[in-house]
């Protein structure tokens, strides 16, 4: 392992020079192939000493290419080391930049310390624990890519002195051998990293070397949160012919072996594959997840809008029945709507800041047919605790993904706002959360919830019965009736005069032109003024209205 | 879906030139909020239906306000031309005005002034007769 | 066969040519090149590795540049032989191979 001193001593611009040197030494022996061939015993000689000089001059032809190709190699992969070590020591003085921002120090040997010694507020100290976390990920990746830079240069030239066959071909052969030879194999991420982690290793790499985790590793990226959008998108699209064959192999031996849940499932999630494809093909939309593996169903995540650059990102997580076959075209239409109407809003009240959504079905929803399945029921936990946690990393990976943080927008549908309000019992990055149709958000407590006070909120619409199931204990009490939760409302109304509509039952909450859906986008947009609160309460509500004592 | 995105592309083009006529040039420009066309499908009874929404034109600022209700009934006199007829108003109160109006289709535009001015477009569902790569989604 | 004067003439065109080519080579010194590798990333692996380098290639070029003066002499006195007694250029040819060595 290099050190962060060693590191800082290094000169890669000085080794440009030297790449360039290289580059022009290669170039000068490539270009005497023409001396190379007139050199050889001339055709007009015919004698048995003749055949002797052909095989000797053979030999020299032959060792020159093998020079030839070492010198390619050995140009190319400096110039590789040059940009490698470059973008290295940039990541140590944007880690020393941010630590010097931020009261930290850091030592010759990399140990970050706190400036700081009087941290009074627990929330002040898990703050300053997560930047100096930061530091520590940021200098360790800056190490570990230029220590890749340093092994896969060393390996280069090693293999230069060992001695490189440079083929019986032309000169110029030689070196396009050789200069693919100085080509290094791209780091694989780091294992168990954190997403700020990954981002480093990802930024560390070359634009050649990105391109290539695209095509030939994109299992790599595409559910990697940490990772930028744009590639996790590519990364996705590439995959999905490789798991439609997959899946149809795996159909094919089930049918073969007459297991009929099985082929329903693996027959669904192929479907699931074309509702994606389906999507993708109306075009400004990013497939940002991607998996295959679920027990039960196919998981996916699609963006409209770019979440690379959007000011304002919105992750809606729908819940009970949900499957990308049956809702994924669905969802993409309401989230599309909802984009537009909080683009619009930005566009006319707010700064113009740009809006993207994305339809997050990361998890294995409950369905009609498992409700009486212990553990994978709607009326239990388990389902949404599993997808909490690949949420609230998902939320974390938008915010490392990118150079500045998103007003980021939590929404929650249904049981989805169960799985939402659990990941927001971590720490994640969002600023706001919107919880609509809920039967509960997995505590009977907003401040549990890791989002600052006044921007939790909570839509229900008239005759929604699931929003009245509240109190089943393990979900947290009605929502309806928990502290410090802003009421959004979703009646017929009346902004300034006319026309938004109301929104009645558990699924209409997203239609276009409702005053539900209004609402939403006004806090997507961050413009929470253009809202019209207010809170709709049925009978329902009143049976599950709970006991003060009991929660 | 070809020919309403023409005919939707040459009444926005009218309702900025009758705004300029009477009120004055303004920057409009295309909102990065809207990149090219935008599409999404509606479901329902034809499930290869689409809705596209144009790109939104705005302009930072806004006019004179006493002369908003007098833009808002220029720009509705001319989606009248088009087919639209008044959807009505959806706000209306001091430092925000905004109007709609709805073709037989199920098109809308949005036509709002407040911090800035915006003109939306967003057809009704409809089929294209080729519909576009999406790396050929221009501006409109 | 081509005529008595026209082979000396032929083998000395090549041998001026393969001259060419070894001033060429020579030409590249890649010794100070990799010494500044090795001080531009000290106490990295590529240091140590960049001066096995030049340790390796100070030796092929000087062998490349022997096997290719030897090859250009033996022309050389191919062509003087050529017109006397064919067969003393073949033991003048073998005598060029070791310096090369096998690859």
């Known amino acids: ?551 | 879906m070809e020919q309403v995105l023409t005919d939707y592309t040459a009444m926005r083009d009218e309702m900025v030139a009758a705004l300029a006529e009477s009120l004055g040039e303004r920057a409009w420009r295309e909102s990065p909020n809207s990149p090219g066309l935008r599409r999404s499908r509606v479901g329902g009874a034809d499930p290869a239906a689409e809705q596209v929404g144009l790109v939104t034109w705005s302009f930072e600022g806004t006019y004179a306000v006493d002369a908003w209700h007098g833009a808002a009934r220029l720009v509705a006199e001319v989606g009248r031309r088009h087919g639209f007829t008044d959807g009505g108003i959806t706000v209306d109160r001091p430092g925000d005005l905004e109007i709609f109006g709805v073709d037989a289709h199920g098109g809308r535009y949005t036509f709002g002034m407040a911090t800035n001015t915006i003109l939306t477009l967003r057809t009704g569902p409809h089929r294209w007769e080729h519909p576009p790569e999406p790396a050929d989604q221009q501006r409109t | 066969m081509a005529s008595v004067e026209v082979v000396p003439a032929d083998l000395a065109a090549a041998a001026a040519r393969l001259e060419e080519a070894r001033e060429g080579v020579a030409s590249v010194r890649t010794a100070d090149d990799l010494a500044t590798v090795t001080s531009a990333l000290a106490g990295a692996e590529s240091a140590r590795a960049a001066e096995e380098l030049a340790t390796a290639w100070k030796q092929r070029f000087r062998a490349w540049d022997t096997a290719a003066q030897n090859q250009i002499e033996a022309m050389g006195v191919s062509a003087q032989a050529y017109e006397e007694q064919d067969g003393e250029g073949a033991t003048a040819f073998n005598a060029i191979s070791p310096p090369l060595g096998a690859h």
Do not use: C
């Open chain 1, 1 to 551: 392992m290099v050190t962060m001193s060693q590191v800082r001593s290094w000169r890669p611009a000085t080794l440009g020079l030297v790449a360039d040197a290289m580059v022009q030494r290669r170039r000068t022996l490539v270009a005497l192939q023409d001396e190379m061939d007139d050199g050889a015993p001339p055709s007009t000689w015919v004698s048995e000493s003749r055949d002797a000089a052909v095989a000797s001059h053979t030999t020299l032809r032959e060792s020159l290419a093998d020079l030839v190709a070492e010198v390619a190699q050995v140009a190319a992969a400096l110039d590789i080391a040059v940009d490698a070590v470059t973008r290295a020591q940039g990541e140590l003085d944007e880690a020393l930049g941010v630590a010097a921002g931020n009261g930290f120090s850091v030592s010759t040997t990399g140990r970050v310390t706190d400036n700081r010694d009087t941290l009074t507020d627990d929330q002040e100290v898990a703050d300053r624990r997560a930047i100096r976390e930061e530091i520590v990920d940021k200098i360790e990746q800056a190490l570990r890519n230029a220590g890749h830079a340093d092994t896969s240069l060393a390996a280069a030239l090693r293999s230069a002195a060992g001695g490189v066959d440079g083929g019986t071909s032309s000169l110029a052969q030689a070196a396009a051998t050789g200069t693919a030879g100085g080509q290094r194999g791209v780091l694989a991420p780091p294992t168990g990293g954190t997403d700020h982690d990954l981002n480093s290793w990802w930024e560390g790499l070359t634009e050649d070397e990105q391109a290539t985790v695209i095509s030939e590793h994109p299992e790599w990226i595409g559910n990697t949160d940490g990772i930028p959008a744009w590639a996790r998108d590519d990364a996705n699209r590439e995959l999905i012919d490789d798991y439609r064959a997959d899946l149809t192999g795996q159909l094919a031996t089930a049918q073969e072996a007459g297991d009929k849940g099985l082929s329903e499932t693996l027959t669904q999630k192929l479907d699931g594959l074309d509702a994606v494809e389906d999507t993708l093909e109306l075009g400004n939309r990013q497939l940002l997840l991607l998996d295959i593996t679920g027990e039960d169903q196919l998981m996916a995540a699609i963006a409209y809008g770019d979440v690379d650059t959007a000011d304002h990102v919105a992750v809606f997580t729908p819940g009970f029945t949900t499957t990308v076959a049956g809702d994924m075209a669905g969802y993409d239409s309401q989230v599309a709507n909802l984009v537009e109407e909080a683009a619009a809003q930005s566009d006319k009240y707010g700064d113009g800041g740009t809006v993207a959504a994305v339809s997050w079905l990361g998890y294995e929803a409950p369905q009609w047919d498992n409700v009486l399945d212990p553990g994978s029921s709607v009326a239990s936990r388990a389902p949404a605790e599993a997808g909490a946690g690949n949420l609230a990393s998902f939320y974390n990976g938008i915010d490392a993904s990118r150079d500045a943080d998103p007003h980021l927008t939590a929404l929650g549908h249904s049981y989805g706002s169960l799985t939402t309000g659990l990941a927001l019992q971590e720490q994640t990055g969002v600023d706001d959360a919107i919880l609509f149709g809920s039967p509960g958000i997995g505590t009977s407590h907003v401040e549990d919830l890791d989002v600052s006070g006044g921007h939790v909120y909570r839509l229900e619409a008239r005759r929604d019965v699931v929003a009245d199931v509240g109190g089943l204990g393990q979900f947290g009490i009605d929502p309806s009736y928990i502290d410090g939760m802003t009421g959004l409302s979703t009646e017929q109304g009346s902004i300034g005069g006319v026309d938004y509509a109301e929104s009645v039952g558990h699924s209409d909450y997203l239609t276009r032109g409702s005053m539900s859906q209004h609402n939403m986008a006004s806090i997507v947009a961050g413009v929470p003024e253009q809202t019209v609160e207010g809170d709709t309460r049925g009978f329902g509500d009143i049976l599950s209205w709970p006991l003060p004592w009991t929660y």
